[in-house]
């Protein structure tokens, strides 16, 4: 079930082979993406986490169709973005974010089906989990983790921790809908925002394209790094950051969707990060 | 004469899913669950290119298709219109692009 009062976590823990999907209500403050991700790298900090996120708006508007991704590389807090169809499926998984820590024994396959997981091993093709059309593949092929065979994170971060993690191949599948109380408002809005495609700093291009962004642009193959805290903490393309950095957009999506967040939930969400950074430099 | 959604150009597909996430808003929901159409992304045999594979229900043309064919930047779709077998000429001809 998709619940949007609280942020949704499935830890997954390779050590011993268990995963746990937890609510958190006090997590909302972080908004989700890079700022619900670094407050979860905190949470775990002892267990090496990769924290994989999206932010309150993915799969629900146009151009909100990155998945964050935030891991500690030697002592240094990285965070990356990644295109493609995770950040939709993960909400229709019903989940805000995604924790893996530990290491496993040997290579392992995560096969995750909304919030049930089946560690599986690397004899597995990944390409025969889940369920097509609804699901997200991620690979470790030829030295990268390729999302949907084509998209991929900035520099070899995500690859290093994949490995180190032994962590073969994942698949997502999401199967819950959401119906929005408001729903003429929520179509009034999508609406409008698709019609802003001409605001994005990327023309539309022959690529593969994310889901939920008509553009097909060539930039989307090879992820993010850094950036606004905003737009990442929304895990909104950054192309598109002429439409998501407009606060009178932002309400009106949290606030058709049902979200409760105030002005003051997004003034101080910097300075929540901030200090967030700082516990675990 | 009944108006039906075919994909005639399923190669132009970016897999982008506007056109499914569009047909589930007309039935008043968000998700893939039950989508009466279903992008299937697969890696092209012997070649790294990504090929998008499209499957509609039929149920699709209770829908607004006009709308789904709309939505989609690639000009997949487009709308045809059922010919009377009668008239003995094309099954189908093209009302809209």
């Not at chain 1, 889940?130 to 983790?145: A, H, N, T, Y």
């Not at chain 1, 805290?229 to 192309?239: D, E, K, R």
């Not at chain 2, 009668?86 to 099954?91: A, I, K, M, P």
């Amino acid at each position: 079930m998709i619940d949007l009062s609280a942020k949704k976590v499935l830890t997954l823990d390779l050590n011993n082979k268990t995963a746990e999907a937890k609510s958190f209500v006090d997590l909302n403050k972080y908004l989700g993406g890079v700022g619900l991700g670094l407050k979860l790298m905190e949470i775990y900090t002892d267990k090496n986490p990769l924290v994989i996120s999206i932010g309150p708006l993915n799969g629900f508007f146009p151009f909100a169709s990155k998945t964050s991704v935030v891991l500690n590389d030697g002592g240094v807090i990285e965070d990356l973005y990644i295109g493609g169809s995770l950040s939709l499926r993960m909400r229709f998984a019903g989940l805000d974010a995604i924790v893996i820590f530990g290491k496993a024994d040997q290579k392992a396959i995560l096969d995750i089906y909304n919030t049930q997981v089946t560690f599986l091993g690397e004899e597995t093709d990944v390409h025969t989990l889940g369920l097509p059309g609804k699901r997200s593949v991620i690979c470790f092929e030829d030295k990268k983790v390729l999302l949907d065979d084509y998209f991929t994170t900035p520099e070899k971060y995500l690859e290093k921790l994949f490995a180190e993690k032994n962590i073969g191949g994942l698949v997502l599948t999401g199967t819950e809908v959401f119906t929005p109380t408001n729903f003429v408002e929520y179509e009034k809005l999508y609406s409008i925002l698709l019609a802003r495609k001409e605001e994005l700093e990327v023309l539309s291009g022959p690529y593969p394209s994310c889901s939920n962004c008509p553009m097909g642009c060539g930039k989307s193959k090879v992820g993010e790094i850094g950036g606004n805290v905003l737009i990442n903490s929304l895990v909104a393309c950054q192309f598109a950051d002429r439409i998501y950095t407009d606060i009178g957009i932002i309400f009106s999506c949290l606030n058709t969707l049902g979200y409760n967040y105030t002005h003051e939930d997004i003034e101080n969400l910097p300075k929540l990060i901030e200090e967030t950074i700082k516990k675990i430099s | 004469m009944p108006k039906i959604l075919k994909a005639t150009q399923p190669e132009n597909c970016n897999g982008c899913e506007l056109c499914l996430l569009e047909a589930q808003r007309q039935l008043k929901k968000i998700g893939l669950e039950e989508s009466l159409i279903r992008v299937f992304r697969n890696k092209a045999a012997n070649s790294q290119m990504i090929e998008n594979c499209l499957e509609i229900d039929p149920r699709i043309n209770m829908l607004h298709i006009e709308k789904i064919s709309e939505i989609c930047p690639k000009g997949v779709f487009e709308v045809l219109e059922e010919k009377d077998e009668n008239t003995g000429s094309e099954q189908i001809s093209q009302v809209q692009k």
